[in-house]
């Protein structure tokens, strides 16, 4: 067989003639009988499947956005959880509070006796200031003489 061309093909009819070769397309279909079936070198094209970006972005889109309701769904179950403790706690600790406020008798304690000790060092014995108020007197009286206010 040759290579088929843009515009010729190479028909063999479905009885095995050859009658409408080197004929293009159009013109097969027009010439040769409606009874012959025309088989061409090439397959006939075939559609292929095609998935649109948009419809895969739209399925990864929901996966995450349903590991994202899991996530905020097991946060929600842990802060709750985290409450339900905490409030727990701040009862326990209220009921201990209130029963430590409950005033409870206790006993007079036990001290052991104070022991004075006498000490061993000496008393200090007073000593007067040596303040010289008798020299100041003097001074003052002297100080106020009229001999000084000359003028």
Same mark, same amino acid.
């Given at each position: ?11 063999? *009819?479905?009885?095995?003639?050859? #009658? !409408?070769?080197? =004929?293009?397309?159009?013109?097969? +279909?027009?010439? !040769? ?24 972005? %739209?399925? =990864? ?5 349903? $590991?994202?309701? $899991? ?6 179950? /842990?802060?709750?959880?985290? $409450?339900? =403790?905490?409030?727990? /706690? ?12 409950? *005033?409870? %008798? ?5 001290? #052991? ?9 000496? =008393?200090?014995?007073?000593? #007067?200031?040596?303040?010289?108020? #008798? ?9 106020? +003489?009229?001999?000084? *206010?000359?003028?």
């Amino acid at each position: 067989m040759r290579s088929a061309t843009r515009h010729e093909t190479r028909s063999i *009819f479905s009885d095995g003639s050859r #009658s !409408c070769r080197s =004929l293009s397309r159009g013109e097969a +279909s027009r010439t !040769c009988s409606k009874d012959q079936k025309v088989q061409t070198a090439h397959k006939p094209t075939q559609p292929r499947e095609f998935v649109l970006a948009s419809e895969v972005r %739209a399925v =990864l889109r929901s996966q995450f956005d349903e $590991e994202m309701r $899991e996530k905020e769904r097991r946060e929600r179950v /842990r802060r709750e959880e985290d $409450e339900r =403790l905490r409030a727990r /706690r701040e009862a326990e600790d209220l009921r201990m509070n209130r029963r430590n406020l409950i *005033f409870h %008798a206790s006993g007079v304690r036990q001290f #052991s006796p104070v022991r004075i000790k006498k000490s061993l060092t000496k =008393l200090t014995s007073p000593v #007067s200031p040596k303040l010289r108020t #008798s020299q100041r007197g003097k001074k003052q009286r002297h100080s106020n +003489s009229p001999q000084q *206010f000359r003028g």
